[in-house]
């Protein structure tokens, strides 16, 4: 359970917290009332606060955490950090060592050192595999860009797309998508296999993958295969 210790910032904190705080706000408004919101694919970015008094529960929580925040700020025990000198130089090496991975283990969240030449090895050998890839010859990211762009102009004239759409499916400055392995140590501890993961965050066909779930997955969730996970399982059991 031990965590290093990290410069605190107050003013960072308050900032998040006062985030935390407004959405427990939005909850106890929008609970009381039958006008919720619809659903939406691409909520708008708002800082509106519900009006009126707090809810009192709410404001007591927010009162006693800001009262263990300010006690703990003035306590003049207090160190800056639980690991010592040469703790500390350890790590930030381990930062900038070039002949070592570290990723989190595809289960149980332990932390995993690789050699980097493993994998390395290890995610060559994925990547050739004919049957699920193609290396390319160029960058498709213009024709595909012009693409979209074309199939929103399309829907935005024949009236499927709105105009908030269409601003939604527009990437101007698309980064291009990473693939990383994380160890699969429950399979091996000496030479773990590794799982494929693809970072598409912020890429060109972000946008148009949360765009089609939005609207697929009502629709998958009727079909009777369908589980959404473990303890839906579970529930699913107990019904029977």
Partial sequence: SFVPSVYFDFFIFQQDFFLFIRSLQLQAYFAA????????????????FPPGPPDPLIQT????????????MERPERKPHNLSKDERRALQELRTEDSIVIRRADKGGAVVVLDKEYYTVLLDNHLEQPLVYQKLTEDPSCFLMESIEHLIIKGTEEGYLTQRDARFLRVKH???????????????????????????????????SIFLDFFLRPQVEKVPAYLRDTTHFLQLLQDQ
């Fill in 174 to 208: 698309p980064i291009a998508p990473t693939l990383y392995l994380i160890p699969k140590i429950h399979k091996s501890l000496n030479n773990p296999p590794g799982r494929p993961i693809m970072s598409s965050r912020g890429s060109l066909l972000e946008p148009l």
């Fill in 33 to 48: 009332r039958q006008n919720i919101p619809d659903r939406t694919v691409h909520p708008p970015t708002s800082t509106w």
């Fill in 61 to 72: 929580y927010k009162e006693l955490v800001m009262k263990d925040v300010r006690a703990y």
